[in-house]
């Protein structure tokens, strides 16, 4: 079982810049890839970025967040982390972390098991 916590979410005008982290419970936080998603009000959940469970891989969503958005993790702290530049008004959303047991499952993940309870960016113009 995990737990996920994001934090970091806030408003910012366009071209700023935040950090999101996500807080994972448990000692077997080095065996997940983890991944980012957002939900736009009316609109339907998608994928930001993913990085697996050493952090050696990285994926992104092309064209809306490629090069804008960074991933990492810190395995000792069991936290995962998006770094978000030159925000838009678009990616204004509620952003999701999520966990996938790595052992047996593809790169990047299909499905993820564990989900946080969100938190809001907001990104005004």
């Known amino acids: 079982q995990v737990q996920l916590v994001e934090s970091g979410g806030g408003s910012v005008q366009a071209g700023g810049s935040l950090r999101l982290s996500c807080a994972a419970s448990g000692r077997t936080f080095r065996s997940y890839n983890m991944g980012w998603f957002r939900q736009a009000p009316g609109k339907e959940r998608e994928f930001v970025a993913a990085i697996n469970w050493s952090g050696g891989s990285t994926f992104y969503a092309e064209d809306s967040v490629k090069g804008r958005f960074t991933i990492s993790r810190d395995n000792d702290k069991n936290t995962v982390y998006l770094q978000m530049n030159s925000l838009k008004p678009e990616d204004t959303a509620v952003y999701y972390c999520?966990?996938?047991?790595?052992?047996?499952?593809?790169?990047?993940?299909?499905?993820?098991?564990?989900w946080g309870q969100g938190t809001q960016v907001t990104v005004s113009s």
């Open positions: 999520a966990a996938d047991f790595s052992v047996g499952s593809p790169w990047p993940p299909l499905a993820y098991e564990y």
